[in-house]
């Protein structure tokens, strides 16, 4: 995982485990309740999240701090149906890594062999 910045402002530091999301039709990125009140600053309505080589602009919505803590978009949607992530085994989505590069950047990356290793050994220890 990555350490970024030192942690020293919202949208820097250490990388978070993410998961793919589905409701309502639309596709997205849950971060997860802890990790948006971490690495998210509530003064941003969009963040930008590089999928792939390039950077996409996303909506924060006003629930995204209390019951919704994903950013959703059709290029989330196209990018895993590229990866042959969906449709996903149900309550299993895939995970990702979310690598806050400042303010309110981000790098949105498939997990490797290793971090998948790693994680499911420490979840079944």
């Known amino acids: 995982m990555y350490n970024v910045n030192n942690g020293k402002e919202k949208g820097s530091g250490k990388s978070m485990i993410v998961s793919a999301w589905k409701g309502g039709g639309s ?10 009140h971490r690495f998210f600053d509530k003064s941003w309505n969009h963040i930008e999240v590089k ?10 919505s006003p629930t995204f701090w209390s019951t919704c803590p994903e950013f959703r978009g059709k290029i989330i949607e196209n990018w895993l149906k590229s990866q042959r992530l ?18 309110n950047r981000f790098w949105l990356k ?16």
């Open 86 to 103: 969906v449709p996903w085994p149900k309550g299993n989505p895939p995970k990702f890594e979310l690598i806050p590069l400042g303010n």
């Open 110 to 125: 498939k997990l490797s062999d290793l971090h998948r290793r790693v994680r499911s050994e420490i979840g079944n220890s």
């Open 27 to 36: 596709y997205g990125i849950r971060v997860g309740n802890d990790n948006a």
């Open 51 to 60: 999928v792939g080589s390039i950077f996409y602009k996303f909506k924060l």
